[in-house]
């Protein structure tokens, strides 16, 4: 067979590459929904991982946000989303939901710690500062700390969600035709896995660089107050 | 208009140790006094001012701050703390913000004033200070003098009644110090009440009204500027000034 052949047996032949948008609708739904459930969870957490008490000391939160980060960090997220999709919610096949929660919980322990670095990187002189014109602790973080703490997490956040986008090619496992799968799926078929693995690649690269030049241009937004 | 009462603070090292950064000052500031404190570094001269608003917490002791105990636990120390400025060795202007909102943050939403009112009275002394036209530029592209004094003009707008300030020029290139010494000379021609941590020995022997010299966590020697550099009593302050003048 020709390239030319290859090619169309693999995108063109019974509107294959229809299959393909299929699955790219897939990963990007998983991908969005746990983006959005894993910021949640990681900006709780991070304020919980951050909460002490007057003398110092860490509170029940702060104990409850580290045993969740490491039972999270601790284990395989193919595992999290197996135990996920045959254990906790084994009497639901809403693959997409399973999957988004799965995915979600785990980034939600790998946001906890970008937005409490992003957090603690920002001067502790600022703080003081809000605190000594009469603001509160509340008040400081949310006009002073945490927006400088913004700018300092969209790099790694955008790290991470690029991590996730990835990941979510695992969903094959809970019989979710992702991008990855299907990809698989039309190499069986057509018994040639060259043209849909590269053209799967491709696709994903493609998303991944369109994420990346918009993360370049918040994070030139962000930083505006640093020009001199 | 402060009283300090027995006030001590201790840090547990890392060992297990503990270090007596306050070993028991007692001491009245009145209303409209400029106070002094020098010391060699260490000597918790800083602690002692960062304690006077909160921002350190005494291990024991008192502070009576207009007939209130403020170390008292149901304080609301947020209120106490909009009656006192505080300016800071290295500025803390808040880099998200313009000056001009850098003033007027905290005086709008403690609702000390409104919007209008603020930004009037931030505009007045952002004038006071020859600083008017960087109204709308960010804290980054100022020098370290015109920080400083955009810093005293944020605690300003508040409307404090005494002055906290924190080795306000050791962070400051040398020429930019006397900028920053001026505005804060201006202020006590106006009668604030100030407390002033500080190596400017001449700020002290020109501005003070009494100047303290603490050493090891004790006021060991306090005076009229005068007699404090031209007639020292103690060995430690004869030595401290030895190498400091």
């Given at each position: 067979m020709t390239l030319n052949e290859r090619f169309i047996a693999a995108f063109v032949t019974s509107d294959r590459w229809k299959l393909y948008l299929g699955g790219l609708g897939i990963t990007l739904e998983v991908a969005v929904f746990s983006a959005l459930l894993g910021l949640l969870i990681g900006n709780v957490l991070a304020l919980m991982k951050l909460s002490y008490k007057e003398d110092g000391k860490p509170t029940v939160f702060n104990y409850i946000a580290s045993v969740y980060i490491d039972v999270i960090r601790g284990t395989p997220s193919v595992l999290q989303l197996l135990i996920m999709w045959?254990?906790?919610?084994?009497?639901?096949?809403?693959g997409i939901l399973v999957a988004s929660l799965s995915f979600g919980i785990n980034s939600g322990a790998y946001v906890a710690e970008i937005v409490r670095g992003g957090i603690l990187a920002v001067d502790k002189g600022q703080m003081e500062a809000g605190r000594s014109l009469g603001l509160s602790k509340a008040a400081t973080m949310r006009y002073i700390v945490l927006p400088q703490a913004f700018k300092n997490v969209i790099p790694p956040l955008g790290n991470e969600f690029i991590t996730l986008i990835k990941e979510t090619a695992i969903v094959g496992y809970v019989s979710l035709a992702d991008l990855t799968r299907v990809a698989n799926q039309i190499a069986s078929r057509t018994y040639d896995a060259f043209m849909p693995l590269i053209g799967a690649a491709v696709i994903y690269f493609v998303i991944i660089k369109i994420l990346t030049i918009l993360l370049g241009k918040l994070e030139r937004r962000m930083r505006k107050s640093d020009n001199r | 208009m402060i009283t300090v009462k027995n006030l001590c603070k201790e840090f547990k090292n890392p060992d297990g140790s503990i270090n007596k950064v306050l070993a028991g000052i007692d001491y009245e500031i009145n209303k409209g006094e400029k106070i002094v404190i020098v010391g060699p570094?260490?000597?918790?001269k800083s602690t002692f001012l960062r304690c006077l608003n909160l921002l350190e917490r005494p291990t024991s002791g008192q502070i009576i701050f207009d007939d209130e105990?403020?170390?008292?636990?149901?304080?609301n120390i947020n209120k106490i703390r909009e009656r006192m400025g505080m300016v800071f060795q290295n500025f803390n202007?808040?880099?998200?913000?313009t000056v001009m909102e850098n003033i007027t943050l905290a005086p709008v939403k403690l609702k000390v004033m409104s919007p209008e009112a603020a930004k009037e009275k931030a505009t007045e002394l952002l004038k006071r200070v020859n600083l008017?036209?960087?109204?709308?530029?960010?804290?980054?592209?100022?020098?370290g003098g015109q920080k400083q004094r955009i810093a005293i003009v944020r605690s300003l707008c508040m409307n404090p009644e005494v002055m906290l300030f924190?080795?306000?020029?050791?962070?400051?290139d040398p020429e930019m110090v006397g900028e920053v010494l001026d505005v804060m000379k201006s202020l006590a021609d106006e009668g604030m009440t100030m407390v002033v941590v500080t190596h400017e020995m001449g700020f002290a022997r020109e501005v003070a009204t009494k100047v303290l010299f603490v050493d090891e966590g004790k006021i060991l020697e306090e005076n009229s500027p005068k007699e404090f550099f031209d007639n020292p009593q103690s060995k430690r302050l004869q030595d401290f000034l030895s190498k400091v003048l």
């Open positions: 045959f254990i906790i919610m084994a009497s639901s096949n809403n | 570094s260490g000597s918790g105990d403020i170390t008292a636990p149901k304080v202007l808040f880099n998200n913000l008017l036209d960087k109204a709308d530029v960010y804290p980054a592209s100022l020098s924190d080795e306000p020029t050791s962070a400051l």
